[in-house]
């Protein structure tokens, strides 16, 4: 395997080396028909091939190079095309005409050294298509990788149709490496002639890139041109503007100079009215200053009494601010008692239906309760008629049984006397049997008709059963019935308990709106304390007890604090209100000792 890497190598170099030379020959292109081309593909399908894995499939064994060749397309997304161009080609059958098609597009792309080395760099890849001593995937791989790249030189015009890839032989001929002694003399001029084609391609690279350089400058000079003729239109718009804003300074100047020669006489008349005027100021001075000691002594009593008034303005300040919240409150107790008045009477609405609804289920429990007496009352006349009935064919059947019994007797006693009168006894007998027979039918069909009654006394059993039950539930009905009104008594003395309340609430109402027009008439506030809201008092802050519909909430008009009826009962007349509201009993001591304490 070694040897022949080592020669499929020196192979290639020696195709690439004569191909090179031959197209520097012929001037770098080349068409289908040129030996060393096919040489080289050939050579190239060798190299493909070396360590190639065999697959076998239905048909055979397959042992084809364009498998790897197909990875390409995965690995590198611009060789879709070739592949793409390669399946679509009519003319190929097989996978070795597809391969030697795919070769021939890479090297008119000049491409075929960038996608064989994509392939090199994933061995991994390649490991499911060669052995791992083949020369795709040892280093003599990436050798004719490099050398492939010089390829990229030649220009390559290959026509695919029309030709039959699929049955062409691939045969290296040696007969072109065979080196004459002509070719060594001649290989200097070749040399020579590849370096004057390099040159040529260099200077013609050059001038391509100086030709792109060249448009981006005309570009650039195009665009400068633009903004330079822009800023010559603007120079020439702020020249407009500098010479109008000189002639207007000049205009400025000359009414500067106007307006001063103005202010100089207006100057002289007023130096001349002030020295009047101090003359004036001088004997009005001595007046003046007599008048100042007056005002002074004026204005101290009016600061004075400004300062008592503010005092006062202040107090009526903070009285308003109190009043107002005290109205606010006052309006928030009224809303909330409203909200409660309209939640009671809901609950009146409800109780008073479901009063209702109970009258109606105990009026339909009485009515059902005197259909059942009635029923109950109706059967048991069934059933004493039943037992009287059973009674009577008792009788018959016992009165049945002793005319039989007396027959029988007396059948006996003719046999005995009258053993001659056989045909008369038996005549009479058979008539006994016949009047037996038909006593024994009257006595089956009265047992029929007992086992009837029988029948008929059980059911009359069952249902005084079931209507002894029903009247069992009955009387639970009644317990029930006798519970809800008791609930009912219970609910009615809780509305009375509440209407009671609303009308104590309603009362409280009007008073709250009378306090509140009379104290809007008045100044309108209290500042000193502190106002508590409803929300956050739950209990009297003297004696600790909860708030309830009984206990209601009350206001100290002193300190703000909120107390039950029993705690706030005291009245007294505050400053800030006209007649006498309710006062706490720790403010109601300590507004009687200022007073004496004054008082005194």
């Given at each position: 395997?070694?040897?022949?890497r080592a020669?499929?190598?020196?192979?290639?170099?020696?195709?690439?080396?004569?191909?090179?030379?031959?197209?520097?020959?012929?001037?770098?292109?080349?068409?289908?028909?040129?030996?060393?081309?096919?040489?080289?593909f050939?050579?190239?399908?060798?190299c493909?091939?070396?360590?190639?894995?065999?697959?076998?499939?239905?048909?055979?064994?397959?042992k084809?190079?364009?498998?790897?060749?197909?990875?390409?397309?995965?690995?590198?997304?611009?060789?879709?095309?070739?592949?793409?161009?390669?399946?679509?080609?009519?003319?190929?059958?097989?996978?070795?005409?597809?391969?030697?098609?795919?070769?021939?597009?890479?090297?008119?792309?000049?491409?075929?050294?960038?996608?064989?080395?994509?392939?090199?760099?994933?061995?991994?890849?390649?490991?499911?298509?060669?052995?791992?001593?083949?020369?795709?995937?040892?280093?003599?791989?990436?050798?004719?990788?490099?050398?492939?790249?010089?390829?990229?030189?030649?220009?390559?015009?290959?026509?695919?149709?029309g030709?039959?890839?699929?049955?062409?032989?691939?045969?290296?001929?040696?007969?072109?490496?065979?080196?004459?002694?002509?070719?060594?003399?001649?290989?200097?001029?070749?040399?020579?002639?590849?370096?004057?084609?390099?040159?040529?391609?260099?200077?013609?690279?050059?001038?391509?890139?100086?030709?792109?350089?060249?448009?981006d400058?005309?570009?650039?000079?195009?665009?400068?041109?633009?903004?330079?003729s822009?800023?010559?239109?603007?120079?020439?718009?702020?020249?407009?503007?500098?010479?109008?804003?000189?002639?207007?300074?000049q205009?400025?100047?000359?009414?500067?100079?106007?307006?001063?020669?103005?202010?100089?006489k207006?100057?002289?008349?007023?130096?001349?009215?002030?020295?009047?005027?101090?003359?004036?100021?001088?004997?009005?001075?001595?007046?003046?200053?007599?008048?100042?000691?007056?005002?002074?002594?004026?204005?101290?009593?009016?600061?004075?009494?400004?300062l008592?008034?503010?005092?006062?303005?202040?107090?009526?300040?903070?009285?308003?601010?109190?009043?107002?919240?005290?109205?606010?409150?006052?309006?928030?107790?009224?809303?909330?008692?409203?909200?409660?008045?309209?939640?009671?009477?809901?609950?009146?609405?409800?109780?008073?239906?479901?009063?209702?609804?109970?009258?109606?289920?105990?009026?339909?429990?009485?009515?059902?309760?005197?259909?059942?007496n009635?029923?109950?009352?109706?059967?048991?006349?069934?059933?004493?008629?039943?037992?009287?009935?059973?009674?009577?064919?008792?009788?018959?059947?016992?009165?049945?049984?002793?005319?039989r019994?007396?027959?029988?007797?007396?059948?006996?006693?003719?046999?005995?006397?009258?053993?001659?009168?056989?045909?008369?006894?038996?005549?009479?007998?058979s008539?006994?049997?016949?009047?037996?027979?038909?006593?024994?039918?009257?006595?089956?069909?009265?047992?029929e008709?007992?086992?009837?009654?029988?029948?008929?006394?059980q059911?009359?059993?069952?249902?005084?059963?079931?209507?002894?039950?029903?009247?069992?539930?009955?009387?639970?009905?009644?317990?029930?019935?006798?519970e809800?009104?008791?609930?009912?008594?219970?609910?009615?003395?809780?509305?009375?308990?509440?209407?009671?309340?609303?009308?104590?609430?309603?009362?409280?109402?009007?008073?709250?709106?009378?306090?509140?027009?009379?104290?809007?008439?008045?100044?309108?506030?209290?500042?000193?304390?502190?106002?508590?809201?409803?929300?956050e008092?739950?209990q009297?802050?003297?004696c600790?007890?909860?708030?309830?519909?009984?206990?209601?909430?009350?206001?100290?008009?002193?300190?703000?604090h909120?107390?039950?009826?029993?705690?706030?009962?005291?009245?007294?007349?505050?400053?800030?209100?006209?007649?006498?509201?309710?006062?706490?009993?720790?403010?109601?001591?300590?507004?009687?000792?200022?007073?004496?304490?004054?008082?005194?």
């Amino acid at each position: 395997m070694m040897e022949e890497r080592a020669n499929l190598m020196h192979m290639m170099k020696l195709s690439i080396k004569v191909l090179l030379q031959s197209a520097l020959s012929l001037g770098r292109s080349l068409d289908a028909e040129h030996a060393p081309l096919q040489q080289f593909f050939v050579v190239m399908e060798h190299c493909l091939k070396h360590g190639l894995k065999v697959k076998k499939s239905f048909i055979g064994q397959n042992k084809s190079f364009f498998g790897p060749l197909e990875l390409v397309e995965k690995l590198c997304p611009e060789a879709s095309d070739i592949a793409t161009s390669v399946r679509n080609l009519p003319e190929l059958k097989t996978a070795v005409g597809r391969g030697r098609a795919w070769l021939y597009l890479a090297l008119m792309q000049k491409k075929l050294a960038d996608y064989l080395k994509v392939l090199i760099d994933n061995k991994h890849l390649l490991s499911e298509f060669y052995e791992p001593e083949a020369l795709m995937m040892e280093e003599e791989g990436m050798v004719i990788v490099g050398l492939l790249v010089g390829l990229n030189v030649l220009d390559a015009n290959l026509c695919l149709k029309g030709e039959d890839l699929d049955s062409q032989v691939g045969v290296i001929d040696f007969s072109l490496y065979l080196k004459d002694v002509q070719d060594l003399e001649g290989g200097k001029e070749h040399e020579r002639i590849t370096d004057v084609l390099d040159q040529k391609n260099y200077v013609e690279e050059l001038n391509r890139h100086l030709s792109c350089t060249v448009g981006d400058l005309q570009t650039k000079i195009d665009s400068l041109e633009k903004t330079n003729s822009k800023l010559q239109e603007e120079l020439s718009a702020a020249t407009d503007r500098i010479c109008s804003l000189q002639e207007e300074q000049q205009q400025l100047r000359e009414q500067n100079e106007l307006i001063r020669e103005r202010s100089e006489k207006s100057v002289e008349i007023t130096k001349q009215d002030t020295k009047v005027e101090l003359e004036t100021y001088k004997q009005t001075r001595q007046g003046l200053d007599e008048m100042y000691s007056d005002v002074w002594k004026q204005l101290k009593e009016e600061k004075k009494v400004r300062l008592e008034l503010e005092k006062e303005l202040e107090l009526q300040i903070g009285m308003k601010t109190e009043m107002e919240i005290a109205m606010k409150l006052l309006e928030k107790d009224t809303h909330e008692k409203q909200d409660t008045l309209v939640a009671l009477r809901q609950q009146l609405e409800e109780v008073k239906a479901i009063n209702l609804q109970m009258f109606h289920k105990v009026q339909d429990a009485e009515s059902s309760l005197q259909q059942k007496n009635e029923t109950i009352t109706s059967l048991e006349e069934k059933i004493n008629q039943v037992m009287s009935s059973m009674k009577q064919m008792e009788q018959r059947v016992q009165h049945s049984e002793r005319a039989r019994q007396g027959a029988e007797a007396r059948s006996h006693e003719l046999q005995r006397e009258l053993g001659g009168r056989s045909h008369e006894l038996q005549r009479e007998l058979s008539q006994a049997h016949g009047h037996c027979s038909s006593l024994e039918k009257e006595l089956k069909s009265e047992k029929e008709q007992r086992q009837a009654l029988q029948r008929e006394l059980q059911h009359e059993k069952d249902t005084s059963s079931l209507l002894r039950t029903e009247l069992q539930q009955v009387e639970g009905l009644k317990k029930e019935l006798r519970e809800l009104q008791d609930e009912k008594a219970e609910l009615q003395k809780v509305c009375d308990e509440q209407e009671q309340a609303l009308q104590e609430m309603g009362l409280h109402l009007s008073q709250s709106k009378l306090k509140m027009e009379d104290i809007k008439e008045v100044n309108k506030a209290l500042k000193g304390h502190t106002w508590l809201k409803d929300d956050e008092a739950t209990q009297c802050k003297q004696c600790e007890k909860e708030f309830s519909i009984s206990r209601r909430k009350h206001h100290c008009r002193n300190c703000g604090h909120i107390f039950c009826n029993t705690c706030s009962s005291n009245e007294l007349a505050l400053p800030s209100y006209p007649k006498p509201v309710r006062v706490c009993d720790s403010c109601h001591t300590l507004l009687l000792q200022r007073c004496s304490s004054t008082g005194s």
